[in-house]
């Protein structure tokens, strides 16, 4: 199949090479000409815009970091909208906002043009690996004919609902992750305020019913107090914020993201912006008078 691939971030580059190993041609457009190489090297083909891109593609994937930074891909100068094909299809990957998901959705509908929102879950390792979660929103069809595509990026992967209903799964993992982190945070802390091995706690923790993925992962990055991101403070950020303007449309109580949502605001105050989202440990630490 013919795929057009726009955003080489940190994200992007793996997804891209791991559909070109799967047999795709791809058509690969990033912001800064040099972000393309490692592609081209691979043999993958670069474009000099979305529309370019779009125009010689089938599918045509999207992976960048915010809504406004989508909606200039799709429908700013030289945006997907015109280059891409009735007929064809947008698949959106980034985690943006619900709301503005089926707005794209409807305008590119006017077009002939279907759009699936599919955001990811798995940081960096799973998108070189292949192994992402896929959330996704769209019609039944349309996701019929672009799992294969999904299948050579990611395991999991589940139509959710119609345009927006992925976005809205997306936006349930980033409220489960970020609340998770901060309770381990917050555990790991207390243990270690009453004189007992964090790191022992985490280990008889982790063989019991409040075992996790996060408490393995994260909490290994708080014992060390070593945050090299796999997912940046200012993305999980970027996320918390959709969730709460979300629930701000729709009357909706969570406290638990909201706090996690100033903790993380209270990282990008002191300059953090860029470690992995798991720093929040130092937040809760300086809260406790246990800053390391």
């Known amino acids: 199949m013919n795929i057009?691939?726009?955003?080489?971030?940190?994200m992007g580059k793996p997804m891209a090479l791991n559909l070109h190993k799967a047999g795709h041609t791809v058509f690969v457009c990033g912001r800064r000409p040099e972000s393309m190489?490692?592609?081209t090297d691979a043999g993958c083909t670069a474009a000099a815009s979305p529309a370019e891109a779009a125009s010689r593609a089938e599918?045509?994937?999207?992976?960048?970091?915010?809504t406004p930074d989508v909606e200039q891909v799709l429908f700013g100068e030289g945006g997907v909208i015109h280059g891409a094909r009735a007929g064809s299809v947008v698949v959106d990957m980034s985690t943006i906002s619900p709301t503005a998901t089926k707005t794209f959705a409807d305008r590119?509908?006017?077009?002939?043009?279907?759009?699936?929102?599919?955001?990811?879950?798995?940081?960096?390792?799973?998108?070189?690996?292949?192994?992402?979660?896929?959330?996704?929103?769209?019609?039944?069809?349309?996701?019929?004919?672009?799992?294969?595509?999904?299948?050579?990026?990611?395991?999991?992967i589940v139509l959710v609902g119609g345009n927006g209903a992925g976005q809205v799964a997306k936006a349930c993992n980033q409220i489960v992750v970020a609340v998770t982190i901060e309770a381990v945070a917050e555990a790991l802390t207390f243990a270690r305020k009453n004189g007992v091995?964090?790191?022992?706690?985490?280990?008889?923790?982790?063989?019991?019913?409040?075992?996790?993925?996060?408490?393995?992962?994260?909490?290994?990055?708080?014992?060390?107090?070593?945050?090299?991101?796999g997912f940046k403070t200012r993305l999980h950020q970027k996320d918390l914020n959709i969730v709460m303007q979300t629930a701000r449309e729709l009357g909706l109580s969570l406290p638990g993201?909201?706090?996690?949502?100033?903790?993380?605001?209270?990282?990008?105050?002191?300059?953090?912006?860029?470690?992995?989202?798991?720093?929040?440990?130092?937040?809760?630490?300086?809260?406790?008078?246990?800053?390391r």
Do not use: C, W
């Open 4 to 10: 057009a691939f726009i955003g080489m971030g940190i």
């Open 37 to 39: 190489v490692p592609l």
């Open 59 to 66: 599918v045509t994937i999207v992976m960048v970091s915010d």
């Open 108 to 156: 590119l509908g006017t077009q002939g043009i279907d759009m699936l929102d599919a955001p990811v879950s798995g940081g960096d390792v799973g998108a070189i690996n292949a192994t992402l979660s896929i959330m996704v929103g769209g019609k039944p069809e349309v996701f019929e004919r672009v799992k294969p595509v999904f299948e050579a990026m990611g395991k999991n």
């Open 197 to 229: 091995d964090p790191a022992k706690v985490r280990d008889a923790l982790m063989g019991g019913f409040a075992g996790s993925r996060i408490l393995e992962v994260h909490g290994k990055r708080m014992l060390d107090n070593e945050y090299k991101p």
């Open 257 to 291: 993201a909201a706090l996690v949502m100033q903790h993380l605001n209270a990282l990008m105050g002191t300059g953090d912006a860029e470690l992995d989202s798991a720093a929040v440990m130092k937040i809760v630490e300086r809260a406790s008078g246990m800053a």
